[in-house]
């Protein structure tokens, strides 16, 4: 069974930056891509970025593209999202994920709340 751990999440004014992380263990498996989600009250969640293995091709959300920055770890299965530049709106549970295959992803941690106040 594959984990999937985040932490860094938190409470920071607007204009201030946070960095989650997220580490995969237990079953050994190979990723094709991992991500970040995120899920506001009332809203559905969505893909914020994401980062495929093979080519390091990275995907970002319109509304944090230039904000926000995803990396891998050197360990492996590990991703980073630094976020700069926070804004309210930002405010969500962001969720780790991870696929072995292109089109779905199969692994999600428990999330992590962040939180930005005006």
């Known amino acids: 069974q594959v984990q999937l751990v985040e932490s860094g999440g938190g409470l920071v004014q607007a204009g201030g930056s946070l960095t989650l992380s997220c580490a995969a263990s237990?079953?050994?498996?190979?990723?094709?891509?991992m991500g970040w989600f995120r899920q506001a009250p009332g809203k559905e969640r969505a893909l914020v970025a994401d980062?495929?293995?093979?080519?390091?091709?990275?995907y970002y959300a319109g509304s944090v593209k230039g904000r926000f920055s995803i990396s891998r770890g050197n360990a492996k299965n590990t991703v980073y999202l630094q976020m700069n530049s926070l804004r309210p709106e930002d405010t969500a549970v962001y969720y780790c994920?991870?696929?072995?295959?292109?089109?779905?992803?199969?692994?999600w941690g428990q999330g992590t709340q962040v939180t930005v106040s005006s």
């Open positions: 994920a991870a696929t072995t295959r292109a089109g779905v992803y199969e692994h």
């Open positions: 980062l495929r293995w093979s080519d390091g091709h990275t």
């Open positions: 237990g079953r050994t498996f190979s990723s094709y891509a």
